[in-house]
Structures are given as C-alpha cells and as structure tokens.
C-alpha cells in the first residue's frame, strides 16, 4: 500500500535578499499570479493608515494640551478675577477714607 519511494527533489533555492523582492514586488504585472496576493494599493493604504495613524495622534496630542491649557488658564482667570473683585472693594473702601480725612480737614 505504502512504498518507501523517495522522491529526488532538488535543493531549495536560496531567500533572496530584501532588494530582489523589492524589485520582483515593483516589477510585477497586475495579473502576475505569484504576486496576487499582494495589491499594491493595499500595501500603500496601509502605509497611508500608518501615517494617519501617527497624524491622528499627534492631533489628539495636541488636543489634550490645550484642553489642559485651557483649564489652567480658566482657574487663573477665575483667581485673578477674584483677586480684582477684592482689590476694587479696597480701592474704594481707601478712597471713602480719604475722602472723609479730606472733608474732616477741611471743617477744622
């Protein structure tokens, strides 16, 4: 049933190296059956993804330090607001002093 034929193959091929593939995948036709599997416009939306990937990122990055940016500033505005707020009320609390030193004065 089974036989021990051995079937004389010939050695592998050599892995070419990334260059020789680089240059089949760039020469090979639309049709090529080896390369089928691979569509180059796949291969570069992917590239493209990856790059808007990084671009996307780098957005929301940016996003999220000036949102950050933006509340620090609110609070200080808020601080500063308050602290005008109380100096206006010590403005006007001196000039109501001085006014009464400067009518008292001038009774005497």
Same mark, same amino acid.
């Given at each position: 049933?089974?036989?021990? *034929?051995? !079937?004389?193959?010939?050695?592998?091929?050599?892995?070419?190296? /990334?260059?020789?593939?680089?240059?089949?995948?760039?020469? +090979? /036709? &639309?049709?090529? $059956?080896?390369?089928? $599997? $691979? #569509?180059? #416009? %796949?291969? !570069? %939306?992917?590239? !493209?993804?990856?790059?808007?990937?990084?671009?996307?990122?780098?957005?929301? *990055?940016?996003?999220?330090? $000036? *949102?950050?940016?933006?509340?620090?500033?609110?609070?200080?505005?808020? %601080?500063?607001?308050?602290?005008?707020?109380? #100096?206006?009320?010590?403005?006007?609390?001196? +000039?109501?002093? &001085?006014?009464?030193?400067?009518?008292?004065?001038? &009774?005497?």
């Amino acid at each position: 049933m089974f036989s021990n *034929k051995k !079937s004389n193959l010939p050695p592998r091929p050599h892995i070419p190296n /990334s260059e020789c593939m680089l240059e089949d995948l760039n020469n +090979a /036709s &639309i049709d090529d $059956i080896a390369f089928k $599997i $691979i #569509d180059k #416009d %796949e291969f !570069s %939306e992917e590239h !493209s993804f990856n790059t808007n990937t990084s671009n996307t990122y780098q957005k929301v *990055k940016m996003y999220l330090n $000036i *949102k950050q940016q933006l509340r620090y500033l609110e609070t200080t505005i808020a %601080e500063r607001g308050q602290q005008l707020k109380t #100096d206006n009320e010590e403005i006007k609390k001196l +000039a109501d002093n &001085i006014k009464k030193q400067a009518q008292a004065a001038l &009774i005497t």
